[in-house]
Structures are given as structure tokens and as C-alpha cells.
């Protein structure tokens, strides 16, 4: 099985990957993009994952463990792979509030209006959606970024549960910093 963890950008991912390895779960990540402001227990991202669109095959490089796959990159999961995704949600405020937040801590002025990307965002989200329909042998766990850190025992049962994997609760549920979740709305 290959675990995908995926959302759109601010949405809680690295949190769940956090989780899943406090679990007892093999992430598949590089340690590429260090920890900041903005993510102060790093990213778990792995950065062969953004040549999946013209080279798809390098997902098995994933199998028996756990990896980020942003959202944009869901549709170039190949075939004929035993795939289970935890898609991480939140409301699109707080998601454009913390891109936002990030934006200008690294000093950046250039800020797309709210109401532009929050429609692509809705469209990419139909895109992902009409996707997964297509893919009906993809089990998909939808997790609601305010509910992990608000119940996290809760949610790594979830989990637990979906993956059906031994993986210690107690652990994941201690990563969910309440303190960590800023930009509320």
C-alpha cells in the first residue's frame, strides 16, 4: 500500500505526516525544505514527487510507506498501485489568511486577491474531486484541518482505522499543536 497524504497548500499535510510517523508509519521525504516561521516542524516533503507528471512511476519508490503529494499532483498517480489518500481540508479563508502570512514573512509584495485564488482553488477542488470519482477503487479520507488539532485522538483513530495499521494513537495525537493553528477564521 502507498499511503498519499494531500490538500491544498496550508491545509494541515505536513501536520498529518507528522502524525503518521509519530504513528510508527515510513514517511518518504528528503528533509529538502527545512523547517521556518511558517512550519516550525518542517514540511516532510519529498521533491521527486513534483516530476510525477512525466514520470509517474517514480511513486513506487513510496510503497509500504507514507508521502505528501500536493493536490495539483493527484491526477498523475498512475495505475495499478494499491493507493490510500488522507486528504486534509480547510475553510479557504484561513488557507488564503496563512498563504498570506507566509507570503510576507519571506518578503514577498506580490499578493494575488483573495476572491481570484480562492476561485481557482474551488475549481482545482472540483478537478480533484470529479478525479477521485473516476478512481472509485482509491479509498479517500477526508480530515478537516480544524478537527485534527481540535480532537486529535479522535482523528488518529480515524486514521488508524482507515489504514487499518497498528499505529500508536497516543503518539500521532501529540503532535497536533493547538498553538500551531493560526490564521483562524
Not at 494531500?6 to 521525504?29: D, E, H, I, K, V
Request: net charge positive.
Amino acid at each position: 500500500m502507498i499511503t498519499i497524504v494531500s490538500g491544498l497548500p496550508r491545509t494541515g499535510t505536513s501536520l498529518m505526516m507528522q502524525m503518521l510517523a509519530a504513528g510508527g508509519m515510513t514517511l518518504l521525504t528528503d528533509f529538502e525544505r527545512k523547517p521556518d516561521a511558517d512550519n516550525p516542524r518542517g514540511y516532510c516533503e519529498w521533491e521527486p514527487a513534483k516530476l510525477m507528471p512525466k514520470q509517474p512511476e517514480l511513486i513506487d519508490q513510496a510503497e509500504g510507506k507514507a508521502v505528501k503529494v500536493i493536490s495539483q499532483l493527484l491526477m498523475s498517480l498512475p495505475e495499478g498501485r494499491n493507493y490510500k489518500i488522507i486528504f486534509m481540508q480547510r475553510s479557504l479563508g484561513e488557507v488564503l489568511a496563512s498563504q498570506d502570512e507566509m507570503m510576507r514573512r519571506r518578503g514577498s509584495t506580490d499578493f494575488v486577491p483573495h476572491e481570484l485564488m480562492a476561485s481557482a482553488f474551488e475549481k482545482h477542488l472540483e478537478q480533484v474531486n470529479l478525479w477521485l470519482k473516476k478512481r472509485s477503487e482509491i479509498p479517500v479520507c477526508l480530515l478537516r484541518y480544524k478537527n485534527v488539532v481540535n480532537d486529535p485522538t479522535g482523528s488518529a483513530k480515524a486514521i488508524k482505522d482507515f489504514l487499518s495499521l497498528d499505529l500508536n494513537v497516543e503518539a500521532m495525537a501529540k503532535q497536533a499543536d493547538l498553538s500551531l493553528y493560526r490564521n483562524r477564521r
